[in-house]
């Protein structure tokens, strides 16, 4: 599984910005995805997760309310909406590809659940 991420830019604080992740060399449907990022000096941690089917999705706390992970199979392709961004998520966004459809609710947040990873898209919100 191939994913190219794109998307990421520079917004002012309370501004949006809509990442994708295309993914190739095998039907999306076959695997749960999430976005991670990792801001500077700090360990790569949780965003966002959907279920292989779309059926469920997961939100690390400080996200939540505020972006919106979706999926198009169709497409092979996962998209988050980030909304009301704030100078705490400038990051570095990666899209993960977890090819095990039966990960639990509690490890779909575990960095070590996910195979495939993507090369990452900037993302720096200015205060």
């Known amino acids: 599984v191939q994913l190219q991420a794109s998307g990421g830019g520079l917004v002012q604080a309370g501004g949006s910005l809509r990442l994708s992740c295309a993914a190739s060399?095998?039907?999306?449907?076959?695997?749960?995805m999430a976005w991670f990022r990792q801001a500077p000096g700090k360990e790569r941690e949780f965003v966002s997760a959907i279920r292989w089917n779309g059926g469920s999705t997961f939100y690390a706390d400080s996200v939540k309310g505020r972006f919106a992970i979706s999926r198009d199979n169709a497409k092979n392709s996962v998209n988050l909406q980030m909304n009301n961004l704030k100078p705490d998520d400038t990051a570095v966004y990666y899209c993960a590809a977890d090819t095990w459809l039966y990960t639990s609710a509690q490890r779909m947040g575990d960095i070590k659940s996910y195979e495939y990873w993507g090369q990452g898209t900037l993302v720096t919100v200015s205060s």
């Open positions: 060399g095998r039907t999306s449907s076959t695997y749960n």
